[in-house]
Nanobody, 117 residues
Framework: QVQLVESGGGLVQPGGSLRLSCAAS????????MGWYRQAPGKERELVAA???????NYADSVKDRFTISRDNAKKTVYLQMNSLNPEDTAVYYC???????????WGQGTLVTISS
């Protein structure tokens, strides 16, 4: 069973930046679609950004032009670069392996991002 381990969360001031990382434990990573989701207190989990195995990306409208998803298949890691952060970005961010190619969905444990002055 593949495991996903997120890191990089923390407390940052409005306008700041963070980079989240999600490391996968299995070599099939390069065949997997990957995504970042977030869940703010009292809200449903939502898609933030996703990247296919071929590198095609898509973003939630609320983060376009501020966030960038990327992947390094050699390191079996997907990243989320987050710039111009604002308090509305405060949430637990989760990494997800998608079902492209028939793989089972897998979620990471989440990493907390707090935007506050």
């Amino acid at each position: 069973q593949v495991q996903l381990v997120e890191s990089g969360g923390g407390l940052v001031q409005p306008g700041g930046s963070l980079r989240l990382s999600c490391a996968a434990s299995r070599s099939a990573f390069r065949f997997n679609a990957m995504g970042w989701y977030r869940q703010a207190p009292g809200k449903e989990r939502e898609l933030v950004a996703a990247i296919t195995s071929g590198g095609t990306t898509n973003y939630a409208d609320s983060v376009k032009d501020r966030f960038t998803i990327s992947r390094d298949n050699a390191k079996k890691t997907v990243y989320l670069q987050m710039n111009s952060l604002n308090p509305e970005d405060t949430a637990v961010y989760y990494c997800r392996r998608g079902t492209e190619g028939g793989y089972l969905e897998v979620w990471g444990q989440g990493t907390l991002v707090t935007i506050s002055s």
